[in-house]
């Protein structure tokens, strides 16, 4: 299994699949941009390209999957990655930074096993939580 970023491949660029616009936390209110496009295959493999664009900054990332569905849930990821890399700070509607609705999924890379391990304990503790604000 395959689970890594590339810098940047040319892919055939059209419309977006699917956008989210952010707002920037803090004094300056701008607005980020978030597209993700279409999967593509590309040999063996799937390819999935996203951009994150803000005033000056365009962020450019390319995931890689065994299937679309794969390719399209590494981006999501790699959005999460390229965000949070570049220091920015935005929300998507809570208005809490770094909320921007692409919750982090269970590790693939690792085998059925740790992911599995990892859902569960995300699991126990989303239940002691919830337990705790009632």
């Not at 699949?17 to 799937?46: C, D, H, N, Y």
């Not at 999460?80 to 693939?108: C, N, V």
């Amino acid at each position: 299994m395959r689970l890594y970023f590339l810098v940047l491949l040319e892919l055939p660029m059209k419309k977006p699949i699917a956008i989210r616009i952010l707002t920037q936390t803090g004094s300056a209110k701008r607005r980020f941009r978030v597209e993700l496009m279409a999967p593509v295959k590309r040999g063996r493999a799937w390819h999935c390209h996203f951009r994150i664009k803000g005033g000056k900054k365009l962020i450019e990332g390319d995931s890689v999957g065994e299937d679309s569905m794969q390719a399209i849930l590494i981006a999501f990821e790699g959005i999460r990655s390229k965000f949070e890399q570049a220091e920015l700070h935005g929300s998507w509607l809570t208005g809490d930074d770094g909320d921007i609705g692409i919750p982090r999924l269970a590790p693939m890379a690792f085998g059925y096993r740790v992911q599995r391990a990892v859902e569960h304990a995300m699991e126990r503790k989303l239940k002691s939580l919830v337990m705790r604000s009632k």
